[in-house]
């Protein structure tokens, strides 16, 4: 996951719509955890357009 540290508004809103709860806030820094299953929900949550799903190797 791409996370824009210059638009993320650390709003939490990502974390609460993970359904592998592997999204973290902490200290105002956003963190995914291995359980990411690259769902994009939090992605299309995001106000501010934060979030991208980082290209698949």
């Known amino acids: 996951m791409i ?3 210059n638009k993320c ?3 939490g809103g ?10 973290f806030l902490n200290d105002f820094v956003l ?3 291995s359980d990411c299953i ?3 929900r ?3 949550l995001c106000p501010v357009s934060a979030l991208e799903l980082e290209a698949k190797a």
């Open 3 to 5: 996370v824009d540290l």
């Open 9 to 11: 508004l650390h709003c």
């Open 14 to 23: 990502c974390v609460g719509s993970c359904p592998k709860n592997a999204i």
């Open 31 to 33: 963190e995914f955890n």
């Open 38 to 40: 690259r769902c994009g």
């Open 42 to 44: 939090c992605v299309k």
